[in-house]
């Protein structure tokens, strides 16, 4: 059934302090815990949380007893007092986990993955996250197969056993929840770096990775103490343990996890070095080590009071990496980067049967609930409140944020108030940002009444009807919003932030002489859809003359996106502003290179279609590469400009030649759209002689599209060359199934038989099932034979790992946007899923919310 936010009650039971003895063994871990348990209110009995075990043996103060029973996922034991030691003890199959929770192993080490109700699956407890507790762990494992032993906090002590086994002990003082518990056992080796803290203390970090790995780590240990640095600067916060560690394990749910001291990490999000991670794997390593580091604060010295309360954890701490990043490069296109990642993945859950508000009243598996709306929309909540504020009193905020809740599990309204407390500002309105799911849209109208010299502004929000609240109320929308002179290209007074309240409201500009053009919603202050009425002319002008870099690169967004929806509505369109103001942007040298190749993207399939009433995604593809073409021909002479011009040059991770090898494929992708008869050479010839894998596979995307010979020989080659590198094969299933080509459906079907591909692994089955799902064009065919091959797929996972098979489901679930035969093609796989036999509940909920 359902849990309701407002079924919160506190614990009657506190486990002030908890020791945990693990005798490990992939076959057969027993786990014995003492729980110190006191009673908070009430008569009730103790309720701990179990999944997967049943107890061997139950002490209540040292004596062995049966007066205890089972119900559901509950052990009950009725204690009357206030204070006892509760002993359990049950046996675990670690290498039996293949749904990746609790205990589990990942190719011979033995890890946990807690977070959210994985602990349940170790041992019995209150697996809830406000029952706070100190840990103490003693693991004893084969010295051989398990030479390295680690958990929570700070080592205690270590020694041999006599039967070729030995020990180790960790202490952790920092109370925590049990979903942040975590140990680790296996052959691992280090890299090891330290940090002294602005209080002087030295801390110890340690990168824990199979041997052979360990050259691949020292981007993720620098970006480990650049974020350590970066968190004491900007938010004041420090680290609290004498040592930092990370382990980097293959099969993974997600992308880390931010167990105090111990985090764990899928190893794509550590593992790097030029010849096997692109620039984009290299920023997205620095950005999860930054978030997981930062979750030290948000999330683990305060952490959330119930799994409603998600997005205080993950809102605040996705804003934090994303400061974090834009400190390392540039802040713009990192802006840009953020935003068209919301418009991927948020905008469309916003929109569809999934919506749910940054703080959910209800769900069924909270494992669902890890997804764009809490993390990245949750962002922009607390982005917003930081541009209201501005940024003293915002800072102000999170310091009394931090210091009052220190130790505690907190609420979403305990942090908006101390927000309110520091500033003195009223965010009462701004709380419906938390409570009204769905994309806020805000149509916006300049006049220019030349002869008084004034312009006046209309804005009206509008914020759509999502699954369970069909009526909404108007938020509080920060936008900033500057006016530039149409015939001198300068601003026409200062930016200012407005801040609508209203459903509708006017406002007026005096002293404007010259024709004013529009500049609204800059550096995307608020989460919302603009609906402005202004001309191609005026886009273009912006494209090339705005002041803020965000809303330049937006302006060309929005230029290329009225010219796209035209040209899939009416088949033909003109690309001629789109021509010029792409011309424009490559001709300026004064722009950042990484920039340009922002700017002249063409918006995705995807977005194109979430502008449309009804997605016709063949008549949108067509659209699409015929502007891409048109661009492609008659600015050819420009792109192999762009090509031949990034400077020559080993491989360096830099923002500038970051920069620049973004811009040589961009530059690319056109050569190849033009139709050039020596585009597979030059893409084959990048491909060849390339001295890192961001060229390499820039050059492998663009052959993929393609029917040459050279694609054939360049998937041959790279596939051999990186045999048994599980990383970027990853990439290879995931560069073809993202393909464009005709036969994309049927090549992704036969990638599914190759005998590489296994859906035990969580990367494996996201390189090719779910980017398939996302490629708009091969994922719609006509037939539905793509909706068959993801729900049978889906089918086939659940069975395994429930919580990485309902992360397959979203793209079934946009079946409402698509033409009726598709429609019932789709509903028709959801229903097929919702009939699978046993059925977990994350699959069950996703496809019942879908089918609505
Ligand atoms: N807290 C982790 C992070 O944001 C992710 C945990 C995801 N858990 C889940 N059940 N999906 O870094
Ligand atoms: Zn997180």
Redesign the pocket.
């Known amino acids: 059934g359902a849990i309701s936010r407002h079924a919160y009650r506190p614990p009657a039971w506190l486990v002030p302090e908890t020791r945990l003895v693990f005798d490990l063994d992939a076959a057969a871990t027993r786990v014995t815990a003492t729980l110190h348990v006191t009673r908070q209110h009430g008569e009730e009995p103790l309720r701990l949380d179990g999944a997967g075990q049943t107890p061997l043996a139950v002490r209540v103060d040292g004596v062995a007893t049966d007066a205890w029973r089972i119900e559901g996922e509950q052990l009950v034991i009725p204690l009357t007092g206030t204070a006892h030691t509760v002993e359990t003890e049950v046996e675990i199959a670690p290498e039996r986990n293949t749904q990746l929770m609790g205990l589990y192993a990942s190719g011979g080490i033995l890890c946990t993955q807690c ?2 109700e994985g602990f349940r699956r170790i041992t019995y407890f209150p697996d809830r996250p406000d029952v706070l507790s100190r840990y103490s762990v003693r693991l004893v494992a084969d010295c051989a197969r398990y030479p390295v032993l680690l958990a929570n906090g700070d080592p205690v002590d270590a020694g041999e056993l006599a039967d070729g086994r030995h020990w180790a002990e960790w202490n952790d003082p920092f109370p925590k929840p049990s979903y942040l518990f975590a140990i680790v056992a296996g052959d691992l080796a280090v890299n090891r770096g330290s940090f002294t803290t602005m209080s002087g203390r030295e801390v110890q970090l340690g990168i824990w990775v199979r041997a052979g790995d360990v050259a691949k780590t020292d981007h993720a240990l620098h970006a480990l103490t650049l974020s350590m640095a970066w968190d004491e600067r900007v938010y004041g916060r420090e680290y609290d343990l004498d040592v930092f560690n990370i382990v980097a394990v293959d099969d993974f ?6 167990n105090k001291g111990l985090n764990i990490f899928n190893s794509r999000y550590i593992l790097a070095d030029p010849d096997t991670a692109t620039d984009y794997d290299y920023d997205a390593i620095a950005a999860v080590v930054a ?2 580091y930062f ?1 030290n604060w948000s ?1 683990n010295r305060i952490t959330c009071r119930d799994w409603f309360q998600l997005s205080l954890k ?1 809102g605040f ?1 996705v804003y934090r990496d994303q400061g974090f990043s834009a400190d390392q490069g540039s802040a713009a296109v990192k802006r840009i980067e953020d935003v068209r990642g919301l418009r991927a993945a948020q905008f469309p859950e916003d929109a569809g049967p999934l919506a749910h508000p940054v703080r959910p009243e209800s769900y069924i598996e ?2 669902n609930f ?1 997804t764009a709306t809490i ?1 990245n929309k949750g962002a922009e909540l607390i982005r917003m409140m930081a541009t209201i504020l501005g940024p003293q009193a915002f800072r102000a905020g999170t310091d009394l944020y931090f210091s009052r809740f220190d130790g505690t599990a907190a609420t979403c309204e305990d942090f908006v108030a101390c927000m309110e407390e520091a500033s003195g500002r009223d965010l009462g309105q701004f709380r419906l940002w938390y409570s009204q799911a769905g994309t806020p849209r805000v149509a916006a109208s300049l006049s220019h009444q030349a002869g008084e010299g004034r312009a006046t502004l209309r804005l009206a929000q509008h914020v759509p009807a999502t699954p369970g609240q069909p009526d909404k109320q108007a938020m509080v929308l920060p936008l900033r919003i500057k006016l530039f002179g149409a015939e001198t290209g300068q601003p026409l007074g200062d930016e200012r932030l407005v801040l609508l309240d209203q459903p509708a409201s006017t406002i007026v500009f005096d002293g404007i002489t010259e024709r004013p053009v529009l500049s609204v919603n800059r550096g995307f202050s608020a989460p919302v859809i603009i609906e402005s009425d202004r001309s191609a002319a005026d886009l273009a002008f912006l494209s090339a003359q705005d002041d803020d870099p965000f809303a330049r690169y937006e302006a060309m967004q929005q230029l290329m996106l009225d010219t796209l929806v035209a040209a899939t509505v009416e088949g033909r369109a003109d690309h001629d502003a789109v021509v010029t103001a792409v011309a424009n942007t490559l001709d300026d040298r004064a722009l950042d290179p990484a920039f340009v190749a922002e700017a002249v993207l063409l918006p995705s399939e995807s977005f194109i279609g979430d502008q449309l009433a009804m997605v016709d995604p063949e008549a949108i593809f067509r659209a699409r590469e015929g502007l891409r073409r048109a661009l492609g021909l008659r600015l050819a002479a420009r792109w192999r400009d762009a090509y031949d011009g990034a400077p020559d040059g080993a491989y360096v991770y830099s923002p500038a030649a970051k920069g620049h090898r973004r811009l040589r494929t961009v530059a690319l992708g056109y050569i190849a759209a033009s139709g050039a008869d020596d585009a597979a050479t030059i893409a084959f010839r990048q491909f060849e002689r390339a001295d890192n894998m961001t060229d390499r596979q820039g050059a492998l995307g663009t052959l993929a599209n393609g029917y040459s010979d050279e694609r054939e020989a360049a998937l041959d080659i790279f596939y051999h060359r990186y045999a048994g590198n599980a990383l970027v094969i990853d990439k290879w299933f995931q560069t073809q199934a993202l393909s464009s080509r005709d036969d994309t459906g049927r090549l992704v079907a036969e990638l599914a038989r190759h005998p590489d591909f296994t859906l035990a692994n969580p990367n494996r089955a996201r390189s090719l099932v779910g980017a398939f799902g996302a490629n708009q064009r091969a994922f719609n065919a006509a037939d539905g034979s793509g909706y068959r091959f993801l729900a049978d797929q889906l089918i086939a996972l659940d069975r395994l790992n429930p ?1 990485t098979a309902a992360k397959l489901l979203p793209p079934l679930a946009r079946w409402r946007r698509f033409d009726a035969g598709r429609a019932a093609l789709m509903r028709a796989e959801l229903e097929r899923i919702v009939a699978a036999p046993g059925l977990s509940k994350d699959v069950f909920e996703q496809a019942t919310k879908s089918l609505g």
């Open positions: 977070e959210a749910n997600f992308g880390a996890m931010e978030h997981e979750h999330g993950e701490t909270i494992s890890y993390y919580q």
